[in-house]
């Protein structure tokens, strides 16, 4: 028993932790917001892992490649005339199938557009308090934001993407959508990380990572994308004095890339 007491304890002082910060820092309207976003979401993963999917796109060409490669037990490529099957992005139809051998059925394959909206959620809550941050920082301002508004800045980041109406629809399908999107926010927030460590070695390991999943999932990936890779290539070539040090951003990144998608 004394072992288990020390190995709980931790976990009862987050939990301390958690209360007062909700009790002291959290007004009412963030409050409101940030519980509307988790009822949504709950609600929507609900439906999605105990109703089918029927939608269009999931019905002519994402789960039909799935069930090809199954039957098949092989990724490669087959006759059909439907090439969407061949030629779209395969990354989230690779999670699909391994879900759907896993449960034997359907029932947990529009869990990965769900997974997708929430890592969304999650990310974009990071990339708005960067936001907030480097904003505070470019105001000259002696004080940081407060408590109270770092969390109505979270809540709020919460319910608008959440609230999506696009969103909300996808995220119950098996469509890739949601999961690029997922991608490209990772894209987003570790770009932000590199804009203040250009230099770090995890940073841009994990940015060339996400663009390579972005770009396995969705060939749109290269549009949004691209600024977002400009504005890191100039940012290293003022940051970085050393030209070894932009040679390796670059391998880096290029070979998380090229290592996923070739």
Do not use: C
């Given at each position: 028993r004394p072992h288990v007491a020390t190995a709980t304890r931790p976990v009862t002082a987050?939990?301390?932790?958690?209360?007062?910060?909700?009790?002291?820092?959290?007004?009412?309207d963030a409050?409101?917001?940030?519980?509307a976003s988790v009822i949504l979401i709950v609600t929507l993963g609900v439906i999605a892992i105990s109703t089918p999917t029927t939608?269009?796109?999931?019905?002519t060409y994402h789960l039909p490649r799935v069930m090809h490669w199954i039957q098949?037990?092989?990724?490669?490529?087959?006759?059909t005339g439907n090439t969407r099957q061949l030629e779209f992005g395969p990354w989230s139809a690779f999670v699909i199938t391994n879900l759907h051998l896993l449960a034997g059925n359907d029932r947990l394959d529009n869990l990965v557009q769900w997974f997708a909206m929430l890592t969304c959620v999650i990310v974009t809550?990071?990339?708005?308090?960067?936001?907030?941050?480097?904003?505070?920082t470019q105001t000259a301002s002696n004080q940081g934001p407060s408590p109270s508004v770092q969390r109505q800045v979270t809540a709020l980041s919460c319910l608008l993407v959440s609230t999506l109406p696009i969103g909300v629809v996808e995220s119950i399908t098996t469509q890739t959508d949601y999961v690029v999107t997922c991608w490209f926010a990772c894209l987003t927030g570790l770009a932000l990380l590199l804009w203040n460590e250009p230099a770090n070695f995890w940073y841009s390991l994990?940015?060339?990572?996400?663009?390579?999943?972005?770009?396995?999932?969705?060939?749109?990936?290269?549009i949004y994308a691209a600024p977002v890779g400009l504005v890191l290539a100039v940012r290293a070539l003022v940051r970085l004095r050393s030209n070894r040090l932009r040679l390796r951003l670059a391998l880096?990144?290029?070979?998380?890339?090229?290592?996923?998608n070739g």
């Open positions: 987050w939990r301390e932790t958690m209360n007062l910060d909700w009790r002291q820092n959290w007004p009412v409050r409101l917001m940030l519980i939608n269009w796109d999931s019905l098949q037990q092989s990724v490669e490529h087959y006759p809550t990071f990339i708005a308090q960067q936001l907030l941050a480097r904003w505070v994990g940015a060339g990572l996400a663009l390579a999943l972005g770009v396995l999932s969705k060939a749109t990936m290269y880096i990144m290029m070979t998380a890339f090229f290592a996923l």
